[in-house]
């Protein structure tokens, strides 16, 4: 094990996987979604919008974006109306 991979193992929140399109930032998606205990409809939606014009695709991420928000929208809207998420 090389001397990265001992760091990357003590600091996993420092390492991404498959590109680098994140550690641009101050904060880490996966922090701020962590630290605000966010639902994965959220933490997608904060994923994506914080990458969409970093990768090769953004009209694809921003679809995306638009997905998710549909979904908690629904979400919202049964658990209002009393009926369960049967996803």
């Known amino acids: 094990m090389t001397s990265k991979d001992m760091f990357d193992e ?3 929140e420092g390492k991404q996987v498959g590109g680098s399109h994140y550690k641009q930032f101050v904060i880490q998606p996966w922090t701020f979604i962590r630290k605000n205990n966010l639902n994965p409809l959220q933490a997608n ?3 994506y919008i914080c990458r969409y014009l970093l990768k090769g695709n953004p ?5 995306k974006i638009k997905h998710y ?3 908690e929208i629904q979400y919202l809207k049964d658990r209002k109306d009393g009926r369960k998420n049967k996803n």
């Not at 009209?59 to 679809?63: A, G, I, N, Y």
């Open 10 to 12: 003590v600091f996993p």
């Open 45 to 47: 939606i904060i994923k």
């Open 59 to 63: 009209l694809q991420d921003l679809e």
């Open 69 to 71: 928000c549909d979904l």
